[in-house]
Protein backbone atom coordinates (compact mmCIF):
# COMPACT_ATOMS: atom_id res chain seq x y z
CA UNK A 1 0.00 0.00 0.00
CA UNK A 2 1.58 3.62 -0.67
CA UNK A 3 0.76 6.24 1.35
CA UNK A 4 0.30 10.23 0.22
CA UNK A 5 -1.21 13.71 1.74
CA UNK A 6 -3.47 15.88 0.07
CA UNK A 7 -3.54 19.11 0.29
CA UNK A 8 -6.74 21.08 0.03
CA UNK A 9 -7.54 21.75 -3.43
CA UNK A 10 -6.61 18.37 -4.94
CA UNK A 11 -9.27 17.03 -2.19
CA UNK A 12 -11.51 19.60 -2.92
CA UNK A 13 -11.24 18.66 -6.69
CA UNK A 14 -11.58 14.65 -6.27
CA UNK A 15 -14.30 15.15 -3.56
CA UNK A 16 -16.25 17.44 -6.67
CA UNK A 17 -15.15 15.34 -9.53
CA UNK A 18 -13.15 18.66 -10.89
CA UNK A 19 -11.68 17.93 -14.27
CA UNK A 20 -8.67 20.04 -12.82
CA UNK A 21 -7.59 16.88 -10.90
CA UNK A 22 -4.47 16.08 -12.37
CA UNK A 23 -4.07 12.39 -13.67
CA UNK A 24 -1.76 10.57 -11.36
CA UNK A 25 -3.56 12.35 -8.48
CA UNK A 26 -6.85 10.87 -10.14
CA UNK A 27 -5.17 7.48 -9.93
CA UNK A 28 -4.09 7.68 -6.06
CA UNK A 29 -7.71 8.86 -5.11
CA UNK A 30 -8.70 6.08 -7.05
CA UNK A 31 -6.68 3.91 -5.81
CA UNK A 32 -7.54 5.15 -2.01
CA UNK A 33 -11.11 4.17 -3.12
CA UNK A 34 -10.19 0.37 -3.59
CA UNK A 35 -8.13 0.12 -0.90
CA UNK A 36 -4.30 0.62 -2.40
CA UNK A 37 -3.43 3.47 -1.18
CA UNK A 38 -3.83 5.83 1.78
CA UNK A 39 -4.04 9.20 1.86
CA UNK A 40 -3.72 11.56 4.78
CA UNK A 41 -5.73 14.65 5.01
CA UNK A 42 -3.81 17.51 7.60
CA UNK A 43 -6.45 18.99 9.44
CA UNK A 44 -5.37 22.20 8.06
CA UNK A 45 -6.91 21.08 5.36
CA UNK A 46 -10.36 21.24 6.93
CA UNK A 47 -10.18 24.12 8.30
CA UNK A 48 -9.19 25.20 4.60
CA UNK A 49 -12.33 24.05 3.42
CA UNK A 50 -14.82 25.83 5.80
CA UNK A 51 -12.81 28.73 4.98
CA UNK A 52 -13.29 28.12 1.59
CA UNK A 53 -17.29 27.69 1.62
CA UNK A 54 -17.85 30.85 3.36
CA UNK A 55 -15.80 32.38 0.97
CA UNK A 56 -17.91 30.90 -1.70
CA UNK A 57 -14.54 29.77 -3.47
CA UNK A 58 -15.53 26.25 -3.15
CA UNK A 59 -19.37 24.22 -3.21
CA UNK A 60 -21.17 24.90 -0.64
CA UNK A 61 -21.80 20.95 0.83
CA UNK A 62 -18.31 20.05 0.01
CA UNK A 63 -17.40 20.20 4.16
CA UNK A 64 -20.20 17.83 4.29
CA UNK A 65 -19.24 15.72 0.90
CA UNK A 66 -15.32 15.48 2.99
CA UNK A 67 -17.46 14.47 6.25
CA UNK A 68 -19.48 11.52 4.11
CA UNK A 69 -16.23 10.40 2.52
CA UNK A 70 -14.69 9.99 6.26
CA UNK A 71 -17.43 8.58 7.72
CA UNK A 72 -18.20 6.16 4.62
CA UNK A 73 -14.50 4.87 5.36
CA UNK A 74 -14.19 3.56 1.89
CA UNK A 75 -12.33 6.69 -0.46
CA UNK A 76 -8.84 5.41 1.56
CA UNK A 77 -8.87 9.17 3.57
CA UNK A 78 -7.67 9.19 7.11
CA UNK A 79 -7.01 12.58 8.92
CA UNK A 80 -3.85 13.04 10.35
CA UNK A 81 -3.18 16.02 13.41
CA UNK A 82 -1.08 19.05 13.85
CA UNK A 83 1.88 17.36 16.06
CA UNK A 84 5.07 18.67 17.48
CA UNK A 85 6.51 16.64 15.02
CA UNK A 86 4.57 18.16 12.17
CA UNK A 87 5.56 21.77 13.71
CA UNK A 88 9.28 19.99 13.62
CA UNK A 89 9.39 19.17 10.25
CA UNK A 90 7.86 22.77 9.17
CA UNK A 91 11.35 24.31 10.57
CA UNK A 92 12.99 22.53 7.60
CA UNK A 93 10.69 24.16 5.01
CA UNK A 94 12.19 27.61 4.12
CA UNK A 95 9.06 30.06 4.44
CA UNK A 96 11.03 31.58 1.02
CA UNK A 97 9.81 28.85 -0.62
CA UNK A 98 6.49 27.98 0.67
CA UNK A 99 5.48 31.15 2.12
CA UNK A 100 1.71 30.11 2.74
CA UNK A 101 1.16 29.15 6.44
CA UNK A 102 -1.23 26.29 5.57
CA UNK A 103 0.71 25.29 2.86
CA UNK A 104 3.77 24.65 4.86
CA UNK A 105 1.73 22.96 7.51
CA UNK A 106 0.32 20.08 4.51
CA UNK A 107 4.18 20.20 3.16
CA UNK A 108 5.36 20.04 6.54
CA UNK A 109 2.94 16.93 7.23
CA UNK A 110 4.30 15.22 3.92
CA UNK A 111 7.82 15.64 5.05
CA UNK A 112 6.77 14.10 8.57
CA UNK A 113 5.29 11.18 7.34
CA UNK A 114 7.98 10.55 4.13
CA UNK A 115 5.25 10.34 1.77
CA UNK A 116 4.58 12.52 -1.51
CA UNK A 117 2.42 15.38 -1.41
CA UNK A 118 -0.78 14.87 -4.20
CA UNK A 119 -0.51 18.85 -5.10
CA UNK A 120 -0.69 21.31 -8.01
CA UNK A 121 1.20 23.85 -6.44
CA UNK A 122 3.92 25.00 -8.17
CA UNK A 123 5.63 26.70 -5.10
CA UNK A 124 5.35 23.42 -3.60
CA UNK A 125 6.36 21.28 -6.96
CA UNK A 126 9.65 23.71 -7.18
CA UNK A 127 10.44 23.24 -3.05
CA UNK A 128 12.01 20.08 -1.74
CA UNK A 129 8.68 18.42 -0.78
CA UNK A 130 8.30 15.32 -3.11
CA UNK A 131 4.82 15.85 -4.99
CA UNK A 132 2.78 14.03 -7.09
CA UNK A 133 0.16 15.54 -9.76
Not at 8 to 35: C, P, V
Not at 56 to 74: D, E, L, R, V, Y
Request: no cysteine; proline share 5%; hydrophobic share 45%.
Amino acid sequence: MSDYVADTHSLIWYLTSDARLGNEARKIFAAGGQGTSLIFVPTISLVEIVYLQEKHKSPATIFAQFQQAMNAQSAGLRLFALTREVVTALSRIPRQSIPDMPDRIIAATALHLNVPLISRDRRIQLSTITSVW
